[in-house]
């Protein structure tokens, strides 16, 4: 199993995103995701995600907010993934170059016109029209999302 986080900063009605292109042989090669990665042993979500954002984009988060939870079973035929999604308004430093991508301020309205996976448009077009946090299991095979259970709390 493994657990790790993402994160969508907003700034102006827009989302910092990572387009996965700098990487050879990249799984997630030309995708647009948000920012994130692996728990290191020891760490909470909130530690996690603080870290990871600075990592890769050099912006210090503070004040993260707990969105939901995605659950991948059987991830890319490997194991289980567990990932805890976050958004962050509050932020300081100076943006930097990603060794993993390039990053950009793409407006939230124009976000469904990226190249993503299929269940990231799930959660990012109604994550503004719930206050809640959701739980949302998807089924992926080969690439495509074959199904998917969303909770809201």
């Not at 657990?3 to 996965?20: G, I, P, Q, S």
């Amino acid at each position: 199993m493994k657990l790790a986080t993402l994160c969508y900063v907003e700034k102006d009605e827009r989302y910092l995103m990572l387009h996965r292109n700098k990487v050879e042989n990249d799984m997630h090669q030309g995708m647009w995701v948000g920012l994130g990665g692996k728990f290191e042993p020891g760490e909470s979500p909130e530690e996690c995600v603080i870290r990871e954002v600075f990592e890769e984009s050099g912006l210090q988060i503070t004040n993260p907010k707990l969105r939901g939870i995605l659950t991948f079973p059987n991830n890319f035929n490997i194991e289980d993934w567990y990932v805890f999604l976050f958004t962050a308004t509050d932020f300081s430093g100076t943006l930097k170059q990603c060794n993993e991508g390039t990053l950009e301020w793409v407006e939230k309205s124009k976000v469904s016109t990226l190249p993503m996976y299929e269940g990231d448009y799930l959660f990012l077009n109604g994550i503004d029209e719930h206050n809640s946090v959701f739980s949302i299991k998807y089924n992926y095979q080969d690439d495509v999302l074959k199904d998917y259970k969303l909770t809201f709390y």
